[in-house]
C-alpha cells in the first residue's frame, strides 16, 4: 500500500490565484482530514470527511473547500489564495476500528502565497 | 471549546528519561493521543488513551487521568533518532471526526 499521498509537495502561488490540493489513499479508510500546520501552532483542523458525500467544517474551514465524491480521494481548494495561506497542508485518514485518534499522515504540501 | 497545553521544548541527554505533560481542556472527551514529527517530515501516530492508566509501547509510555484533565508521553532510554516534536491531541465525544492538537514539543536529545 502507499498509504496517504499528497500532491504537489511545494507550491507558490500568487495572491487571487486558486488552486486544489489532491490527497489519496488506499487502505479503504473511511474517514479523512485536512489540516494546517503553522510554525508554533501544531495543526489546525480545516475539513473532515467520515465517508463518501459527507464533509464537515473543522477549525479553519474559510477560505477552503472539499468534496469527497470517492472513498480514495479527498482534494482540498483554495478558493482565492491569500498570504495567510502560507502553511503546510497535511492530510490524514483513519478507519473506524481504529478511532478518530489514530490518524495515517500524507507527507504534506509545502504552499507559499505571495 | 477545548485547549491544550504541554511545553514548548524539552531538552535531556542519550539513555535519559523524558516526561512531555499536557493538560486539557474540552467540553467532551473521547480520548488523548500522541504523535511524533521529525523536523520536515509528517506526524506519526505513537499511542492513545481512552481510559485512565499508563499504556506502554516498548521505549515509549503514555498516561492519562481524566479526573485531572492531565497526560505525558515518557520517553525512556533515550536516542538521537528520538529528536522530534511531540504532540497531544484530544477528540470529543459528541464530534467523531474531529482532533484538535496541541502546539507540541519539542524534544533536544544531546550526546
Known amino acids: 500500500n502507499a498509504g496517504v499521498t499528497q500532491t504537489p509537495k511545494f507550491q507558490v502561488l500568487k495572491t487571487g490565484q486558486s488552486m486544489t490540493l489532491q490527497c489519496a489513499q488506499d487502505m479503504n479508510h473511511e474517514y479523512m482530514s485536512w489540516y494546517r500546520q503553522d510554525p508554533g501552532m501544531g495543526l489546525r483542523l480545516i475539513h473532515y470527511?467520515?465517508?463518501?458525500?459527507?464533509?464537515d467544517q473543522g477549525e479553519v474551514p474559510n477560505g477552503y473547500n472539499v468534496s469527497r465524491s470517492t472513498t480514495e480521494d479527498f482534494p482540498l481548494r483554495l478558493l482565492s489564495a491569500a498570504p495567510s495561506q502560507t502553511s503546510v497542508y497535511f492530510c490524514?485518514?483513519?478507519?473506524?476500528?481504529?478511532?478518530?485518534?489514530?490518524?495515517?499522515f500524507g507527507p504534506g504540501t509545502r504552499l507559499t502565497v505571495t | 471549546g477545548q485547549s491544550l497545553e504541554q511545553p514548548s521544548e524539552v531538552t535531556a541527554v542519550e539513555g535519559a528519561i523524558v516526561q512531555i505533560n499536557c493538560t486539557y481542556q474540552t467540553s467532551g472527551f473521547y480520548g488523548l493521543s500522541w504523535y511524533q514529527q521529525h523536523d520536515g517530515g509528517a506526524p506519526t501516530f505513537l499511542s492513545y488513551?481512552?481510559?485512565?492508566g499508563l499504556e506502554e509501547t516498548g521505549r515509549f509510555s503514555s498516561f492519562l487521568s481524566r479526573s485531572d484533565s492531565y497526560g505525558y508521553l515518557l520517553l525512556q532510554e533515550l536516542q538521537m533518532k528520538d529528536s522530534a516534536s511531540y504532540f497531544c491531541?484530544?477528540?470529543?465525544?459528541?464530534?467523531?471526526?474531529?482532533?484538535?492538537f496541541g502546539a507540541g514539543t519539542q524534544v533536544v536529545v544531546t550526546p
Open positions: 470527511s467520515v465517508g463518501a458525500g459527507i464533509t
Open positions: 488513551n481512552a481510559l485512565d
Open positions: 491531541a484530544v477528540g470529543p465525544e459528541d464530534s467523531w471526526g474531529k482532533l484538535q
Open positions: 490524514a485518514s483513519s478507519r473506524p476500528g481504529q478511532g478518530v485518534h489514530e490518524q495515517y
